[in-house]
């Protein structure tokens, strides 16, 4: 039987490369038992360097070397040719060798960054962590939402080490050059009775904040993992934050605004779309509540949305809000005290929330009572976080006297309010539940548990009563600014 050679040794070229195939002695019924075979061509030029050809014609580069600790000789994979050129596999050899003779063995390497975990991967155990530490899961599934939508399609698939600050510039570019989607959905909704669409007031609207969210939650994931030794190097450092091309919101209502809004929504009919009659404010008196619920607290709207009825204490004496950690965004229970103001718009909310149940379940055996302070279309949980924000997209148009605003705009309106009534900026700031307070020193983080209610119940009930001035025409009446402590 004639011995098929199954090795050569020559100066690799790029065209060499791509002219090699496996002997053609093993492509005609396989007299040899070639099959399992392949065809190794050494680089002269490269020590160690090999192009492995199969009989299919699958080439890949390798590299020999022999380990320093016990002398045993190794083979180590660069990759498959043309997805790695002859030059880079050259380089790569080079560093292979460099590294065995100082004592290093590189295919172990290699064996840890196949078993590394991709990205996606790594932000399933971060949201599980986040999780068990009890951070807030509106705010993780607002993560998931962008991991799903911006991150995973882009490094989701790549190996945690193979991150470069080229693939998450390459992502942030992407969400930065994107425009607001619901620009298209108005194009898509019936237009209004005169003709137009609210299309125009999304047209062309870059996504700035949602670029820093991306960026801010990208960061975090990866240098959690830093923490843990999955990661050596953090690709996000040097890395400019996308943050530096936008400016803080600073948008506040002024008082005449204050009270157009709050007679807009004071007119907003109970009942949903179907039932309205013409001319009705577009937004129902449940979320028209909410939106001044977070007006009279300065809490965040999808805090308030998704209250629960057992977070509620409407004593008479000191009624109060208790938002678990589990819902507060920065994962720390936070008591809000209630004035006058609010726990008459809760018990409106309440005799809403019953009224609309008896109605649901009329026809049922079982009259369950709600369990959420605004709920659901379907009566089966809370209002959903961002409902409000959408109820204000459709209703803009119909409240005349104020400029355009959004729903977080509400609490910093308050918190402005407060700052105007002379309270102290850490007593807004717990009114508020800034994470940065809690860890503005040591001494706030670890020491200082005082949770300031008696001092958030003052403030907001002055809060309550100037905008019971506001409201009624008569803005300052009966309050008198404090000294700031």
Known sequence: MTKVKLSARTRLTDRACATATFPSEAMKGDPYGLKDKRFEIRDTKCEGLELR???TGSKTWVVRYRRKSDGTK?????????DKSLEDARIEADKARIAAGDGADPAAGVQERKAAPTFADTAELWLAHKRQKGRSERSLRDV????????NPIIGHMKLPEIRRRD????????????????ELAKRRKPNADGTTKASAYEGRKLTQRTNHVFAWTRAIVRWALSRDMLEIDPTSGLKSPAD????????????????????????????????????FPMTRATALAMQLALVTGQRIGEVAETAVAELSLNDVAPLWTIPKERAKNGRKHEVPLSPLAVRLIREALALGEARFATFYDDKLQKPKPTHLFSSANCDGSMHAHAPTRALGR?????????????HDLRRTCATQLGELGVSPHVISAVLNHVSTARASITQAVYNKHTYTAEKRDALERWGRRLDGIVAGSEGANVVAMKRS
């Open 74 to 82: 190794r083979t180590m994979t660069l990759g498959r040719y043309p």
């Open 168 to 183: 998450l510039a390459r992502m942030l570019d992407g969400v930065d050059s994107k425009t607001d989607g619901r620009a």
């Open 395 to 407: 209703a803009r148009g119909s409240i005349e006297g104020v400029e355009r605003f959004n729903v």
């Open 245 to 280: 091309q936008s400016q803080p919101r600073d948008r506040v209502l002024s008082p005449d605004e204050i009270k157009a809004l709050w007679s807009a929504l004071e007119a907003a009919p109970i009942v949903s779309p179907p039932k309205r009659q013409e001319g009705d």
């Open 144 to 151: 998931e939402s962008m991991l799903r939508v911006h991150i």
């Open 53 to 55: 050809i199969t009989p």
